[in-house]
């Protein structure tokens, strides 16, 4: 008697079961690293060695998907953001993100740091049909949808940028004898490149210096003299924050102005601007995708207000000068956007299907008006930027908003 | 500033090591290995992966060990060797479509006349100032790599990109399992190789420099080819490893091969136990799976976990694995007798 | 011809930085004869240790004597806690020991402080000097600091009891000894004086590469060469060796086509190895003859 009940309710439970899977199956799809509950994000970024500046990156990501797990989650499921050290060595990287994938089974790689890390990993995330999503660096390689289906930028690309700077330059001043200083790495020499094909015929014609330094050399003083006796009236600057802080210091300091350009990752208010002194920064250009968390400008903008909630809840005591706390916030927000386009297909090939749709998608931190656009053939989501010039203590923005799309080879 | 006060005696940069405690035992080396063939059967590709590297950087080890603990002469400099390797092995792969296998004694030889060439003035330096010129060496050679000249060959600041090799005459094994049964038939290729040098004329030679340069010149000991000698030695070593690392990473650019790398190396000998050639698979686990650990411990501090976990092992063990083995050896002794 | 006085100028300004820091590795060397290369990183958290006092409201001077005791202080109770148990420990295992300590150094300058660069004040201003554009009136007053610590050191080391002893200390220990000298003091007070004399080195170094935890990366290892060039055993050669670093340099980078800019640091290198090939003891110091 007692049997027969137990095997009734059993029986009972399984077609309870079997209902509400079928149920399911019907509309939720996963891949490895999906689940009802969970949703497995892999990073790798610095936080040892000589790049650990860029740690701050991967740990506002952490805290954003704390956040919103702490919100309910994307669709009723956690973020479950596993994010390992790579140290900058491209080696490392490949042990980590192998790691990743095969050890802890993430559905997608998010945001890994550094050009020649995701080289290293693009061949291999490609080979296994995983996600190399939003990558953190402003090649123009990772727009390749044809040959790399699975890579996708984010940021604007290096090349693009400095496109930009030189059709200002040819409209603006069409006669200028323009000097380049450029960092001699994959980020410096994109930059290079880009001045040179947006100078396009004129290029021999218009830039008469280009100079190069090396990350380990402390102080930059001597190619400032140097470039300085061939007199330019132009003067780019493509180098990282203190490198940056220390030519506009030692340009004012030898009594010199030429017109200054300084690329968007060293245009930081409170890490460059500040150090270098105002008054020597005074007219400086550069131009923006993003606002910039130490200029008193944004200090009313409503997305700006919701970073600043976020850092306060979640960072406190956050350094608002680096930049690396608006980047990570407005990638990670990216995300969760396509995390919550996908719905309850988490499989890996709609996750860069929703990645490529995106349509006017504006994060907190994005100016006004730069917009996040990707198609199946664009896979460069933030290809806007505007000019800026510095005055008083903060940027003004100039001019409209450019699109920069770049080709990539 | 009397005389007597400028003549220093100087001491040796190293302790001496007699020769057969440079190796392990049979019994031991036959567990060793078992474990080595045995453990990628039950374990994730990734593992393997690991593993690989594990082996990869044991090479690079023991091929400073045999340098510093053979002939006692210091190198923070085996980075750029290893580079050089690793480009070698690269551009013969990817520019001149040449089999992987093929380009490795490739890779060693370049590395090895390299290395000797080196040696040449770094025998007139001892010490902190060998010290120097070796980190000046490693410092240069990323530069030199992304230098313009030779960027239509190295790929410049972008690197080069290697195909994986697949496992030959359709063997069912995978990529990465078939990498590392071939890394391991070369590292142990090398390291028989190595033991049998450190026990013959040459490696006698080594060592006479290694406890007394003057002694072993008043002994016939020709002292300058035998440390140009060792210098090429482990420089064609640490070629053949940086050339299996570059297929294994199917990566190379000029950032994997920083001082970064040769401090590793480095410290990998430290704990491994300077003199000690199986040591080195024991240095090379700690600069793999340490840092990890640190990682794990705490991501902001990182730096700071990996250090103290360095001092709590040099405190423990000053004269690294190598000091565990001695006692575990006594040890047993002991067991033996009661 | 006026690039190339320009050059050395700017390469004598330039110089300068490399010289502070070189005498902190030759005293490091005078104590322990060997480099440390976590001296870099004790600088570098000193000078965050007197920006942090001064953003508490004590005036510069005030944060400068309170920092150089901090740092003396605190390279002493390293000595004693870190070094002195692997006193006795091979030489190289020292040396990974100081490997350990930079990487500590740096990751908690890091968490503490952030990686973003910040400014750093100086005494002397930032004016041009004597109506050279090239040379501020911050970087004579670094080269004069410089002089004035190579001069404090010359004198300890040759006139005081202590200096005396600490050199007998580091170059014969056992006959050290014998005399009644306390070694293992002797360099834990080498320890400190390195330590204090690096903090003035990198209050002087930070305004003009400004403040972060990685200031001192390129630094140690130009400070380095510049003390194997001049020669370890003398303040002075460390001195002469950091402004013939700097000048060469610069005028590498500017004179040799092609390959000059790129390759500056690596030819600069490759001429130290030359001299040292020629003079093993550097430009300054004093050949050790070696005894069987």
Partial sequence: MLSTVRIAAISAAITAVAATSTAAFAQKKYDTGASDTEIKIGNIIPYSGPASAYGVIGKTEEAYFKMINDQGGINGRKVNFVTYDDAYSPPKAVEQVRKLVESDEVLLVFNPLGTPSNTAIQKYLNSKKIPQLFVATGATKWNDPKNFPWTMGWQPSYQSEAQIYAKWLMKEKPDAKVAILY??????????????????????????????????????????????????????????????????????????????????????????????????????????????????????????????????????????TDGGYVYGYGAAQTLAKVLEMCGDDLTRANVMKQAASLKDFTPDTLLPGVKINTSATDFAPIAQLQMQRFKGQKWELFGDIISGDVPSE | MSAAEEIVTEAAAVEAVPKRAMTLGYGTSLVVLAALILIPLFVKNFIIFQMTMLLIYALAVMALNILTGGSGQFSLGQSAFYAVGAYTSAILMEHAGMNYALTLPIAGIVCFGFGFLFGQPALRLSGVYLALATFALATAMPQLLKLGYFEHWTGGVQGLVVTKPDAPFGLPLSQDMWLYYFTLAVSIAIYVASVNLLRSRSGRAFMAIRDNEIAASAMGVDVALYKTLAFGVSAGITGVAGGLGAIAVQFVAPDGYTIQLAISLFLGMVVGGVGWLPGSIVGSAFIIFVPNIAEGISKGLSGAVFGVLLFLVIFLVPHGARQVAIVAQQLAAKLKKN | MELFANQVLAGIATGAIYACMALAVVMIYQAIDHLNFAQGEMAMFSTFVSWQLMQWGVPYWGAFVLTVAFSFAAGIVIERLLFKPLAKAPILTNVAGFIALYAIINSVAGLIWDFTIKQYPTPFGSSPFLGSQLISTHQAGMIGITLLMLLLLFFFFRFTRVGLAMRAAASLPESARLVGINTSWMIALGWGMASAIGSIAGMMIAPVVFLEPNMMLGVLIYGFAAAVLGGLSSPFGAVMGGFLVGIFENLVGTYIPGVGNELKLPIALALIIVVLVVKPAGLFGRAIVKRV
């Fill in chain 1, 183 to 320: 960092q001699n790495d994959d980020f410096g020499k994109d930059y290079l490149k880009g001045t040179k094909d947006g100078f396009g015929a004129k290029a021999a014609s218009s830039i008469i210096m280009e100079e190069s330094y090396e990350i380990s050399e402390p102080s930059i003083d001597s190619h400032i003299v140097k470039i300085k006796a061939a007199n330019p009236d132009v003067l780019l600057i493509y180098t990282t924050p203190k490198f940056g802080a220390q030519t506009i210091k030692k340009t004012a300091e030898l009594g010199w102005k030429p017109l200054q350009i300084i690329t968007n990752v060293s245009a930081s208010v409170g890490s460059v601007m500040q150090p270098a002194g105002f008054d020597n920064a005074q007219g400086v250009l550069s131009a923006a995708y993003a606002k910039d968390g130490a200029d008193p400008q944004w200090a009313s903008d409503p997305g700006m207000k919701k970073w600043s909630a976020f850092l306060d809840k979640y960072m406190p005591g956050a350094d608002r």
